[in-house]
């Protein structure tokens, strides 16, 4: 194959490609220009659309459009009722935010080991580390692949727990035939441009329960009401509203509804395409002893978010970082998803530390994000394999 790129061999690719990308039509772009020219550019009928469809979608009875991912995980943990004292445990392979919403609330973020192969939190491990402490529980839908639902779900009836769904990965995933959305008592949404549909920023909680739905509102916009049978006192006049909570401005505007809309009626191709770039790669790789891929859960018809590969560095004179300055000089810049959340400094500074969950630890030193999205051409996915066996090839020992 050839000498590395990193020691001045020819490159694999001539241009770079990176993990993510969005991908944005004129229908996309139309929709976001006809918000511009009409009267409401935010609390307008795209935010309206917006929650029904993902209604429809989710088969959850209310959603509600914020800002991003991390305000509706924020939103989500305030409706649950977590606050000074209590705590929340989620994983610690996710992005920080899912860890966060806790800390924004006075709560306490405990974090429970992931399932080294499928790289989802682990139902026993909840179970260790639920306290009388314990308020909810953030699972995380890892790379767009459902957690164990059932069992946490399970898990949190026994124990009183209000169980949130991270699902800032999987949107348009079905667990056990139902769509994610319809399993949790709250499931929180990111619309991020590397996410599978984006609106640029913004993010949205579905619930089924009536109460949570009420407090998802207020939160979202300062804890203000106009309905006046919330409100204990008559209203002055028409111009009346009142504030019976503390919330923020956590809105999302109709420029950013509208495309995400629009971007709503691609799901299905963006899942399709997805899992076809997933397959190609699997069938790549799965027979390469010096990798490991993410076990797939039946239970799971998985809208893939992220691929994974692990390395298993006692094979490779290199380490993950030598491999992943590798690829980056053969033109595939990758990633790595995650660095465990109670690694960062300060997480450490709360007394967080490091041999807390040894799996996601150990994922961590072998773990590299490689290249998946929508508008990836059979070229470039050939190109990224292309790459990583001339990689591994150079480094097997
Ligand atoms: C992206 C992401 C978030 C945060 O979403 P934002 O819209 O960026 O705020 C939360 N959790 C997970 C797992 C994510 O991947």
């Given at each position: 194959m050839?000498?590395?790129?990193?020691?001045?061999?020819?490159?694999?690719?001539?241009?770079?490609?990176?993990?993510?990308?969005?991908?944005?039509?004129e229908?996309?772009?139309?929709?976001?220009?006809?918000?511009?020219?009409?009267?409401?550019?935010?609390?307008?009928?795209?935010?309206?659309?917006?929650?029904?469809?993902?209604?429809?979608?989710t088969?959850?009875?209310?959603a509600?459009?914020?800002?991003?991912?991390?305000?509706?995980?924020?939103?989500?943990?305030?409706?649950?009722?977590?606050?000074?004292?209590?705590?929340?445990?989620?994983?610690?392979?996710?992005?920080?935010?899912?860890?966060?919403?806790?800390?924004?609330?006075?709560?306490?973020?405990?974090?429970?080991?992931?399932?080294?192969?499928?790289?989802?939190?682990?139902?026993?491990?909840?179970?260790?580390?639920?306290?009388?402490?314990?308020?909810?529980?953030?699972?995380?839908?890892?790379?767009?692949?459902?957690?164990?639902?059932?069992?946490?779900?399970?898990?949190?009836?026994?124990?009183?727990?209000?169980?949130?769904?991270?699902?800032?990965?999987?949107?348009?995933?079905?667990?056990?035939?139902?769509?994610?959305g319809?399993?949790?008592?709250?499931?929180?949404?990111?619309?991020?441009?590397?996410?599978?549909?984006?609106?640029g920023?913004?993010?949205?909680?579905?619930t089924?329960?009536?109460?949570?739905?009420?407090?998802?509102?207020?939160?979202?916009s300062?804890?203000i009401?106009?309905?006046?049978?919330?409100?204990?006192?008559?209203?002055?006049g028409?111009?009346?509203?009142?504030?019976?909570?503390?919330?923020?401005?956590?809105?999302?505007?109709?420029?950013?509804?509208?495309?995400i809309?629009?971007?709503?009626?691609?799901?299905?191709?963006?899942?399709?395409?997805?899992r076809?770039?997933?397959?190609?790669?699997?069938?790549?790789f799965?027979?390469?002893?010096?990798?490991?891929?993410?076990?797939?859960?039946?239970?799971?018809?998985?809208?893939?978010?992220?691929?994974?590969?692990?390395?298993?560095?006692?094979?490779?004179?290199?380490?993950?970082?030598?491999?992943?300055?590798?690829?980056k000089?053969?033109?595939?810049?990758?990633?790595?998803?995650?660095?465990?959340?109670?690694y960062?400094?300060?997480?450490?500074?709360?007394?967080?530390?490091?041999?807390?969950?040894?799996?996601?630890?150990?994922?961590?030193?072998?773990?590299?994000?490689?290249?998946?999205?929508?508008?990836?051409?059979?070229?470039?996915v050939?190109s990224?394999?292309e790459a990583?066996k001339?990689?591994?090839?150079?480094?097997?020992?």
């Open positions: 050839g000498q590395l790129a990193i020691f001045g061999g020819k490159p694999v690719r001539e241009t770079p490609i990176y993990y993510g990308h969005q991908f944005i039509d229908k996309d772009i139309a929709a976001v220009v006809d918000v511009m020219k009409s009267d409401f550019l935010t609390c307008g009928p795209e935010i309206t659309k917006l929650e029904k469809k993902l209604s429809e979608l088969g959850a009875r209310y509600v459009a914020v800002s991003s991912g991390t305000a509706a995980l924020h939103a989500a943990c305030y409706a649950a009722g977590a606050s000074n004292g209590d705590e929340v445990v989620t994983t610690p392979m996710t992005f920080a935010a899912s860890a966060n919403c806790a800390l924004y609330l006075g709560a306490k973020p405990v974090f429970a080991d992931i399932n080294p192969r499928t790289y989802n939190i682990s139902p026993e491990e909840i179970r260790k580390q639920i306290s009388k402490a314990a308020k909810a529980v953030v699972a995380v839908d890892f790379t767009g692949q459902a957690a164990e639902i059932e069992e946490i779900r399970e898990i949190c009836r026994e124990n009183k727990l209000v169980l949130i769904e991270d699902a800032a990965h999987s949107l348009g995933t079905t667990y056990k035939g139902k769509p994610v319809s399993l949790a008592d709250m499931t929180t949404f990111s619309f991020h441009p590397v996410k599978t549909v984006t609106g920023e913004g993010g949205a909680i579905v089924d329960n009536e109460e949570y739905y009420r407090k998802l509102l207020l939160f979202r300062h804890g009401t106009r309905d006046s049978g919330q409100m204990d006192r008559a209203p002055d028409d111009w009346y509203y009142n504030q019976i909570g503390l919330g923020y401005n956590y809105r999302m505007t109709d420029m950013q509804a509208a495309l809309n629009s971007q709503l009626d691609k799901l299905g191709l963006f899942k399709e395409r997805r076809q770039i997933a397959e190609r790669y699997n069938k790549a799965q027979d390469m002893p010096e990798v490991v891929l993410q076990e797939e859960i039946a239970a799971s018809d998985t809208a893939r978010h992220l691929y994974i590969l692990q390395f298993r560095l006692e094979r490779l004179s290199a380490t993950r970082k030598e491999i992943f300055d590798a690829l000089a053969e033109n595939v810049c990758c990633n790595v998803h995650y660095i465990p959340v109670y960062f400094t300060y997480y450490r500074k709360m007394g967080y530390k490091k041999g807390l969950c040894p799996n996601a630890e150990a994922l961590y030193e072998r773990m590299i994000t490689i290249p998946l999205y929508y508008s990836m051409t059979d070229g470039d050939d990224v394999i990583v001339k990689v591994v090839a150079y480094y097997r020992k």
